[in-house]
């Protein structure tokens, strides 16, 4: 039962990320991941007093169960879903969004590390091609719905990437009116360029099986 899935990767140890100073933000790496992965995992990785269970946003307005790292660290945060919710194992998804500081590392790329707040050039850099997303506005508005072939296509490591994006809050009216909606545009399309969308979340995932 993931959200909108998708996960990467992380290069550092808990203990490494805790003495990382300011300019030193903490990089995703699908590689060091599985769909095995488990809670217990996790709070071996970074501490067990760092990860805690709560409720994470899915689909249409509803919460299901999950597991949150550093909830008390907004620029650290990050929160994981699980294929088995009960026992908290089979890794389904990890999200970076709100204030998080964690980058994802794309290999391969002309981009290397994708962070929020991203814009839409950038992510279609890494992606080396023009990209689909959804309209903007609705409960799956702004999610990048296809790379298209692109380097972000597949992930080293086994995982999958999902991207969603906000437009800029200061574009309103018939632009935004333009860009909203049920309805997918390129990334190139000029109706989307004109509201100026950014990275608002960044998910990486497994499969169940």
């Not at 992606?127 to 609705?138: A, R």
Request: proline share 6%; net charge positive; with cysteine.
């Amino acid at each position: 039962m993931a959200s909108f899935a998708f996960v990467f990767l992380i290069s550092t140890t808990g203990a490494a990320l805790s003495q990382a100073g300011p300019a030193e933000r903490p990089v995703l790496d699908c590689t060091e991941f599985s769909r095995t992965t488990d809670e217990a995992a996790l709070a071996k990785r970074f501490g067990k007093e760092n990860v805690v269970r709560g409720k994470l946003d899915g689909a249409e307005g509803e919460t299901v169960p999950g597991t949150i790292v550093y909830p008390r660290d907004p620029a650290r945060r990050l929160e994981i879903s699980w294929w088995d919710t009960a026992k908290r194992r089979g890794l389904a998804d990890i999200t970076v969004k709100g204030k998080s500081e964690w980058l994802v590392r794309t290999p391969g790329t002309a981009q290397s590390t994708l962070g929020l707040r991203a814009s839409l050039d950038l992510v279609e850099k890494a992606n080396e091609k023009p990209f689909q997303l959804n309209g903007f506005g609705w409960d799956y508005g702004g999610y990048g719905m296809g790379w298209k072939g692109g380097r972000l296509d597949h992930p080293t490591g086994g995982c999958s990437l999902s991207v969603r994006f906000n437009p800029d809050p200061a574009v309103t009216g018939k632009a935004l009116d333009r860009a909203s909606g049920d309805k997918e545009f390129g990334s190139s399309d000029p109706v989307v360029r004109a509201v100026k969308p950014y990275v608002s979340s960044i998910t990486l995932g497994w499969p169940e099986k």
